[in-house]
């Protein structure tokens, strides 16, 4: 999908945020008044807002910690994650921003799971439905075969990941946001792996690209992660006018957030 429109020039760009039943969705609430309050063009969100752990078949042997996990459940904590961002909108009768979603690979699962049992799940589960992605969001960047789906906005391309060559990978390395770059050759923005790193390089033409890998936006510690935790950033990035696949990107902190909009 492709959008041209030079009036979005303010934009707001949402990682992982990994909306989980464990844990409490204030943080969406502090969102949802920052976004109120600076009122951008547009809202893009990367995927995995919802972490849809019931569906997560690496813990299927860890029959204590599983067995507490409803799919119900994480659907309604999403839905309530999600109305707490729009709700000073709807409560003030307010114009959204543009607001684009993405599937994500933990979303995806729900999908990965109807295929795999299509006689009992087929028409039961269904993630844009059950989560009403099209009531909270203008448009659902589906996963394209088992890649997730590309948008360009302002020749910006937004990805939940890119993949590495004709594999299904995400591309990856210690500078994530230059190997990005030197994967796409335009302005990309991407989450995925929860690192936030930044990139900027020009042409021969002049014209600049900013290669972004956004972190997540999540503030607590899930079980499964070890010292990896530590390289990971939490909080969402301003794209400030944007014009032509440029932009001047600035990183807000999730306890900022919190702290300011509390």
Same mark, same amino acid.
């Given at each position: 999908?492709?959008?041209?429109?030079? $009036?979005?020039?303010?934009? #707001?760009?949402?990682?992982?945020?990994?909306?989980?039943?464990?844990?409490? /969705? @204030?943080?969406? +609430? %502090?969102?949802?008044?920052?976004?109120?309050?600076?009122?951008?063009?547009?809202?893009?969100?990367?995927?995995?807002?919802?972490?849809?752990?019931?569906?997560?078949?690496?813990?299927?042997?860890?029959?204590?910690?599983?067995?507490?996990?409803?799919?119900?459940?994480?659907?309604?904590?999403?839905?309530?994650?999600?109305?707490?961002?729009?709700?000073?909108?709807?409560?003030? $009768?307010?114009?959204?921003? #543009?607001?684009?979603?993405?599937?994500?690979?933990?979303?995806?699962?729900? /999908? @990965?799971?109807? +295929? %795999?049992?299509?006689?009992?799940?087929?028409?039961?589960?269904?993630?844009?439905?059950?989560?009403?992605?099209?009531?909270?969001?203008?448009?659902?960047?589906?996963?394209?075969?088992?890649?997730?789906?590309?948008?360009?906005?302002?020749?910006?391309?937004?990805?939940?990941?890119?993949?590495?060559?004709?594999?299904?990978?995400?591309?990856?390395?210690?500078?994530?946001?230059?190997?990005?770059?030197?994967?796409?050759?335009?302005?990309?923005?991407?989450?995925?792996?929860?690192?936030?790193?930044?990139?900027?390089?020009?042409?021969?033409?002049?014209?600049?690209?900013?290669?972004?890998?956004?972190?997540?936006?999540?503030?607590?510690?899930?079980?499964?992660?070890?010292?990896?935790?530590?390289?990971?950033?939490?909080?969402?990035?301003?794209?400030?006018?944007?014009?032509?696949?440029?932009?001047?990107?600035?990183?807000?902190?999730?306890?900022?957030?919190?702290?300011?909009?509390?």
């Amino acid at each position: 999908m492709k959008i041209k429109n030079s $009036k979005l020039k303010l934009g #707001l760009f949402i990682p992982d945020a990994h909306s989980e039943p464990e844990h409490d /969705n @204030k943080r969406f +609430e %502090a969102l949802g008044k920052l976004i109120y309050d600076i009122r951008p063009d547009f809202v893009v969100e990367i995927g995995d807002f919802t972490d849809f752990a019931s569906l997560c078949k690496y813990d299927t042997n860890k029959k204590v910690e599983f067995n507490n996990r409803r799919y119900v459940k994480d659907c309604e904590h999403s839905l309530d994650a999600q109305d707490k961002l729009w709700w000073q909108y709807r409560k003030n $009768k307010k114009a959204f921003p #543009l607001r684009v979603k993405h599937i994500g690979n933990h979303e995806h699962r729900g /999908n @990965k799971v109807v +295929e %795999a049992n299509p006689v009992l799940l087929e028409g039961k589960l269904n993630i844009t439905k059950d989560l009403d992605l099209h009531y909270n969001w203008d448009i659902v960047v589906p996963y394209d075969g088992d890649h997730p789906g590309y948008m360009f906005l302002n020749d910006i391309l937004f990805a939940h990941y890119v993949t590495n060559g004709n594999t299904s990978n995400a591309t990856a390395g210690i500078n994530p946001a230059t190997i990005l770059l030197n994967t796409t050759y335009m302005s990309t923005v991407v989450a995925h792996s929860h690192i936030y790193d930044i990139c900027i390089k020009t042409r021969a033409d002049g014209k600049k690209m900013v290669g972004l890998v956004g972190g997540w936006f999540v503030d607590y510690k899930p079980t499964y992660v070890g010292a990896g935790y530590n390289r990971w950033t939490s909080g969402v990035t301003l794209m400030k006018n944007v014009d032509n696949g440029y932009y001047e990107p600035d990183f807000i902190a999730t306890e900022t957030i919190k702290k300011e909009y509390r």
